[in-house]
């Protein structure tokens, strides 16, 4: 099983500012298949990012992912008020799929 | 509207057996796969169970190997998880979620149910 560890476990940030969001493989990640998801309270995931740096539908150019191998990243360029989340790494090239731990973007 | 929407969630006690449903609405549901996902309270993901567009390829996490089952059908746009010889630890909020490429196993997952609670006590 391959096991993702992010890093930080919560990033204090204030609006406008950069936030860089770490996900970090036990193993290489087959062909790239690394997703991140947001999630608010009392909501479902929403995919953000699929095959490690395209956008899924409607998602704004701030967020973009970056990565190869065992080592990817989360970048959204100036946080907008709504981006203060929970956010999760994913790989789908190997069974089982895995998540990650998830890191709180939250309000400094 | 694509849309997930996931029933048959409740209060169990352990040992017993549920049924989840997924109803999906809003896009050609035999083209995906589509997973079971769920998220203990104050918890982080957890992948449970996936099954491509034709049920020929099936996965399941370890934590639940055995017990749960996962099925479709095509005909009735719908998704399912038997989960027998229930723990307290399956105590979680399970998302039924949708595949995000065509007739892939492999896919992000795009379209997520709102959940439903399953409380095993």
């Known amino acids: 099983e391959i096991v993702l560890t992010q890093s930080p476990g919560t990033l204090s940030l204030s609006p406008g500012e950069r936030a860089t969001l770490s996900c970090r493989a036990s193993q290489s990640v087959k062909s790239s298949y690394l997703a991140w998801y947001q999630q608010k309270p009392g909501q479902a995931p929403r995919l953000l990012i699929y095959?490690?740096?395209s956008r899924a539908t409607g998602i704004p150019d701030r967020f973009s992912g970056s990565g190869s191998g065992t080592d990817f990243t989360l970048t959204i360029s100036r946080l907008e008020p709504e981006d203060f989340a929970v956010y999760y790494c994913q790989q789908y090239g190997d069974s089982p799929r895995t998540f990650g731990q998830g890191t709180k973007v939250e309000i400094k | 509207e694509v849309q997930l929407v996931e029933s048959g969630g409740g209060l169990v006690q352990p040992g017993r057996s549920l049924r989840l449903s997924c109803a999906a609405s809003g896009f050609n549901f035999d083209d995906y796969a589509m997973h079971w996902v769920r998220q203990a309270p104050g918890k982080g993901l957890e992948w449970v169970s996936g099954i491509s567009w034709n049920s020929g390829t099936i996965g399941y996490a370890d934590s639940v190997k055995g017990r749960f089952t996962i099925s479709r059908d095509n005909a009735k746009n719908s998704l399912y998880l038997q989960m027998n010889s229930l723990r307290t630890d399956d105590t979680a909020l399970y998302y039924c979620?949708?595949?995000?490429?065509?007739?892939?196993?492999?896919?992000?997952?795009?379209?997520w149910g709102h959940g439903t609670m399953v409380t095993v006590s």
């Open positions: 979620a949708k595949g995000h490429t065509v007739t892939t196993f492999r896919g992000a997952f795009d379209i």
């Open positions: 095959g490690t740096s």
